[in-house]
């Protein structure tokens, strides 16, 4: 997504959870609620709200329940954190729009609540290490 007009920011983190400050450590126990996300800092003149969930629902797998590919646990699930209310209205629209093509959409979508960034060494993963991602491939829904 970082490739996208408009995205200014992106920053991996921790949310949804009840636990302050979670490690990844904890966060993989699946003990503190969390979900691995990112927040996203956009600028809306050079894109919509709307397209950027097009993005997500096409770049990650919205009907595989508790996991991402092989990364498996509650940590891993599908969820949209919204901001407004215009937000979430926008994201079940998107949600059905799917449902109603046939897919099986998992996807929660909830308010945002506290956003704890992640450690150092997962900013910036893919482009450090070298690596491919392995459970996300861009897949066109839309």
């Known amino acids: 997504m970082k490739d996208f007009p408009g995205i200014l920011r992106i920053e ?7 636990l302050d400050h979670p490690s990844y450590e904890q966060v993989c126990s699946g003990q ?13 003149s050079k894109i919509n709200y709307e397209t950027l969930l097009k ?9 595989q329940e508790n996991g991402q590919g092989p990364d498996q646990g509650n940590q891993y699930r599908s969820e949209i954190f919204y901001t407004t209310k215009q937000q979430r209205q926008t994201a079940l629209r998107i949600i059905r729009q799917l449902k109603e093509k046939g ?26 290490t070298g690596s491919k991602p392995y459970c996300h491939r861009r897949i066109k829904r839309f």
Do not use: Q
């Not at 991996?12 to 009840?18: D, H, K, L």
């Not at 993005?55 to 009907?63: L, N, V």
């Open 12 to 18: 991996p983190g921790y949310t949804g959870g009840y």
């Open 32 to 44: 503190t609620g969390h979900a691995e996300a990112v927040r996203m800092l956009f600028d809306p």
């Open 55 to 63: 993005g997500f629902m096409e770049i990650h797998d919205p009907t």
């Open 103 to 128: 897919y099986p959409v998992v996807t929660r979508v909830s308010p945002a609540s506290a956003f704890w960034p992640a450690e150092d060494y997962h900013h910036h993963y893919y482009e450090r």
